[in-house]
């Protein structure tokens, strides 16, 4: 079996488990916790590169919270000791606590934290200490907790679409946004595989879903789209190649491509994408995947084209068959039913 990127994280059938999130604390618009919304209480420790921590980005940015919660970005680059903060372009020194490590941070608030150390951070400057490292908390904290505070009116979470934003974003979060991560982290081809698969299934019913309306749940995007858009505008740049999810690109489905290009051209969202980060955060830094450390400086690509989703029914892309995952062992390729047949 290949080496793990996270030895902690893989099974013994070579899949990647990712951790739970450790501090799942909520700050509240009503102060029922301890952790009442406040302008300049609290801070975020974020990385450009991560999709995680970019859907934190960009909910800050639309919610006009920019001068609510400040915020600091780490070095792209991680290294053994876990994520730094660097002066280099587009990210900086601590000028909070003065941390040279998001561990400092970890271990200030749970000596014995012995896990992975991960981005998006919330900071309390009042207490020292992480509020949430759970990026879908943070999504429902920034969307509502700070109202009232000079933010604007906007609802990423409304009531008459929950069940339905809940049930879609676990299905994009098992099958696309996590599920990139199980096959790049894979470490046997049965578990690349058996990630590959539904990704692209989840994709394919995506682009169907896309073509009869503008984003997922009507006329305005909402919580889902925007945890689907950080892993859009990562995939051709980055999971394509360095992750194996090469059966097709992004640019290659009419309905994604251009979903992707409108999200993107919501004002100021391109400025949260950092593709020179995002590039030398995956292909540096995973050097199991990437021994080299080559940085690709491809691929070509422009989100700023017009993408024609004003109205209508949009044209779906003729494509093949996603194909079933193989039995490596026998020969076989599975469906995901758990019958088999032979493969040709």
Same mark, same amino acid.
């Given at each position: ?10 099974g013994?059938?070579?899949?990647f488990?990712?951790?739970d999130d450790a %501090? ?5 618009r ?14 975020? *420790? ?7 921590a ?8 639309l919610k006009?919270l920019e001068?609510i919660?400040g915020?600091?970005?780490?070095d792209?680059? $991680? ?8 002066e ?6 601590d000028?909070?606590?003065g +941390?040279? %490590? ?8 749970e000596p014995?934290?012995?896990g ?5 951070v ?19 904290m920034?969307?509502?907790? +700070?109202d009232?505070?000079?933010v604007?009116?906007?609802?990423? *979470?409304?009531?008459?679409h ?7 974003n676990?299905?994009?979060y098992?099958?696309v ?13 049965? #578990? ?11 994709l394919?019913q ?24 950080v892993?859009?505008?990562r995939?051709?740049?980055v999971? *394509?190649?360095?992750f194996?999810? &090469?059966l ?5 489905? &009419?309905?994604l ?5 409108d999200l ?7 400025e949260?994408?950092?593709?020179d980060?995002?590039k ?12 080299t ?12 084209v017009?993408h ?5 029914l ?7 068959a ?6 490596? #062992?026998?020969?076989l390729?599975?469906?995901q039913?758990?019958?088999? $047949?032979?493969?040709?």
């Amino acid at each position: 079996m290949a080496s793990a990127q996270f030895p902690d994280e893989q099974g013994e059938t070579g899949e990647f488990e990712r951790q739970d999130d450790a %501090f799942r604390e909520w700050v509240t618009r009503d102060g029922s916790s301890r952790f009442p919304a406040a302008a300049g209480r609290y801070h975020l *420790y974020v990385s450009w590169a991560c999709p995680w921590a970019h859907r934190t980005i960009v909910v800050r940015r639309l919610k006009g919270l920019e001068k609510i919660i400040g915020m600091t970005v780490v070095d792209p680059v $991680r290294d053994d000791r876990g994520w730094a903060f660097r002066e280099g372009p587009g990210h900086t020194a601590d000028p909070i606590n003065g +941390f040279k %490590f998001l561990s400092e941070a970890y271990l200030l608030t749970e000596p014995h934290y012995r896990g992975r150390v991960t981005v998006p951070v919330l900071w309390d400057k009042q207490t020292k200490r992480i509020v949430s490292n759970s990026d879908d908390d943070l999504l429902r904290m920034l969307n509502s907790a +700070f109202d009232g505070l000079g933010v604007n009116d906007l609802d990423l *979470y409304p009531k008459e679409h929950r069940t339905e934003i809940d049930q879609l974003n676990q299905l994009i979060y098992e099958t696309v946004n996590n599920g990139v991560y199980r096959a790049g982290f894979a470490t046997t081809q049965s #578990a690349y595989e058996s990630a590959v698969v539904p990704l692209f299934q989840t994709l394919d019913q995506l682009e169907d879903r896309l073509s009869k309306r503008r984003y997922l749940f009507g006329d305005r995007p909402l919580e889902t789209d925007w945890r689907l858009f950080v892993t859009l505008v990562r995939f051709d740049a980055v999971y *394509y190649g360095h992750f194996k999810c &090469n059966l097709r690109r992004i640019i290659d489905y &009419n309905n994604l491509f251009s979903y992707l290009c409108d999200l993107y051209q919501e004002p100021g969202v391109a400025e949260t994408v950092n593709f020179d980060h995002i590039k030398r955060h995956y292909y540096y830094t995973h050097d199991d995947i990437n021994p080299t450390r080559i940085v690709p400086l491809g691929p070509i690509q422009d989100l700023t084209v017009a993408h024609g989703r004003g109205g209508g029914l949009h044209r779906l892309a003729g494509r093949g068959a996603v194909p079933r995952p193989r039995d490596s #062992a026998a020969g076989l390729s599975v469906d995901q039913g758990g019958g088999s $047949r032979e493969r040709p």
